[in-house]
């Protein structure tokens, strides 16, 4: 069981862009650069919880204000940046993980009421080093332009298969319709999911 | 998010225990709570999960002449049930209908009834004047950004509409809830749990302190086969409604024997149109009476600027949703 760790896989790729982004900008702001904040730093108020959090197949400890949503203990404590936060409220579905095999909102749930159960974020999908079908799909159909829903998309997209609400276009367009897409890549979308339904009903 | 105490229940008697602290509150799925919690509208003490309480409280049953729906089951699970579908159209078209895939896997059925007015002057407490948020202050939607808000069962204290499609349906349909509380167990009509605004728009139930939704009643007649549910949206999926109608209808060859019309997202609470239901039995089924009940059911509904259009999007909405049921197969 780890204690607050992330995955443990070298950098991530949020630590390099923060890195990245930190160099580009330190001429500009060297003579005013502060240090950051310790980005762990509990928030101050509740008393602390201490849960485990069962996420792609790995037991966390952790210590959390029970304000913490899933969502926030995903990406803040876990490293788990693959979920995200769009609206933070429940409208866009960018944060969609499956809980038990059902697709729910990571932001809209709290950490504290999902112990004992089983958390899938699209970071646990591939499986064998192998891209899952849908992940395979939406990028041979180009499903995605900033790409910033497609983690949300992906994981609302393999439950809709599951649940047997991908047979038809329209069924597809209803079925995704937790999952806003900015770009408007909706054609697309639909495309991939129709083909990596194929693909998964196959399998 | 303000800080509160987390309580996790591991069973109905001590979830009971725990909603006694002073400004608890039930957690279930969430999605109206943390929401709101998040925006500083709703600011608890204590959240009582009671999730756990699925064990209990969370099954689906057709008993004798009467569908059981457990307070914890969640909308996606009664709207995909197949006695549900069958005999109860719709119930299972209003949960279909509602929120998102996402929304529905968590919502449980006791908290999606009690769901929050989208009133924006409601949630955006950078408004004063809301007297459901801050009783006294006031209501900027009077002569505000009304489009959405209601025209039946306002008053000059708040014209916040229910949002909810569910309970259109339990409306229509005379179901029964199931409440448990700290004086024991009572049964409310579905009808008498919403309160009207009136003076008192930020009482919006007639729930006690502590009392909790265990489950609901809903009685099968010989025009629960015969319902369906239209809901009128701007957009197509995902969407609150702009106007809904719960109809079920008893039919003699053409001729209504009993009529069943809820009405959701035009008024302050879960809407029964009791004089349109009256005025069509003995009836032909036709237009002219599909309208003429239209006129009834919206007779008292009083528009404040933008929202006059919901009266006769109102309106058509019945007229369609009967003539709709009328051509149904049951």
């Known amino acids: 069981m780890a204690r607050d760790t992330g995955p443990g896989r070298g950098p991530s790729r949020r630590g390099l862009l923060t890195g990245a982004t930190g160099a580009a900008a330190l001429p500009l702001v060297a003579a005013g650069a502060r240090k950051p904040e310790p980005r762990h730093a509990p928030p101050e108020g509740s008393p602390h919880m201490d849960i485990t959090l069962s996420v792609n197949g790995r037991d966390h400890r952790l210590s959390l204000d029970p304000r913490t949503t899933l969502l926030d203990a995903l990406r803040e404590r876990l490293d788990l940046t693959g979920s995200k936060k769009g609206c933070d409220h429940g409208q866009c579905g960018a944060c969609t993980v499956h809980l038990d095999g059902r697709r729910v909102l990571a932001c809209l749930t709290l950490a504290a009421s999902v112990q004992g159960r089983q958390v899938t974020t699209i970071e646990g999908l591939a499986r064998d080093g192998g891209l899952h079908p849908m992940q395979a799909a939406f990028i041979e159909h180009d499903a995605f332009q900033c790409g910033y829903c497609t983690p949300g998309q992906i994981m609302s997209a393999v439950a809709c298969v599951q649940e047997g609400h991908a047979r038809t276009d329209a069924a597809i367009g209803e079925y995704m319709s937790g999952n806003l897409c900015r770009c408007a890549a909706y054609p697309k979308i639909v495309a991939a999911v129709r083909d990596a339904a194929a693909r998964m009903e196959r399998a | ?330």
């Open chain 2, 1 to 330: 998010m303000r800080p509160f105490r987390y309580e996790h229940a591991a069973d109905r008697a001590q979830a009971l225990t725990f909603a006694g602290a002073a400004d608890s509150q039930y957690l279930a799925g969430g999605t109206t709570l943390i929401d709101l919690m998040k925006l500083d509208v709703i600011r608890p003490g204590t959240l009582v999960d009671i999730n756990a309480l699925a064990r209990e409280h969370g099954e689906i049953a057709v008993e004798g002449d009467h569908l059981r729906l457990g307070a914890l089951v969640r909308m996606a699970d009664a709207a995909e049930h197949p006695a549900v579908r069958r005999d109860f159209p719709v119930i299972a078209q209003s949960l279909e209908l509602a929120a998102s895939p996402q929304i529905r896997n968590m919502a449980s059925l006791g908290g999606n009834v009690l769901q929050r007015t989208r009133c924006t002057y409601f949630r955006d407490t950078s408004w004063a004047a809301c007297n459901k948020r801050n009783p006294g202050s006031g209501c900027a939607a009077l002569a505000g950004v009304n489009r959405k808000l209601a025209v039946l069962g306002v008053s000059d204290r708040c014209i916040a509409n229910y949002p909810g499609d569910f309970a259109v349906a339990l409306a229509a349909l005379g179901a029964t809830v199931d409440v448990e509380g700290p004086a024991g167990r009572r049964v409310i009509a579905f009808e008498d749990l919403h309160r009207l605004p009136g003076d008192t728009p930020h009482i919006e139930t007639s729930l006690k302190p502590g009392e909790l939704i265990t489950g609901f009643s809903i009685p099968s007649g010989p025009w629960t086969r015969r319902s369906l549910f239209l809901k009128i949206r701007d957009r197509q999926s995902y969407e609150f409604a702009l106007a809904s109608a719960a109809v079920a209808l008893d039919l003699e060859g053409g001729t209504v024997r009993a009529a069943r019309i809820g009405l959701g997202g035009v008024a302050a609470k879960p809407w029964r149109a009791h004089d349109a239901e009256a005025g069509l039995q003995g009836r032909r089924l036709d237009e002219a009476a599909a309208r003429s009940a239209a006129e009834a059911a919206f007779a008292g509904a009083r528009a404040h600027g933008q929202n006059a259009f919901r009266i006769e999007l109102g309106k058509r909405t019945v007229v369609r949703a009967l003539l709709e049921a009328g051509r149904l197969e049951a």
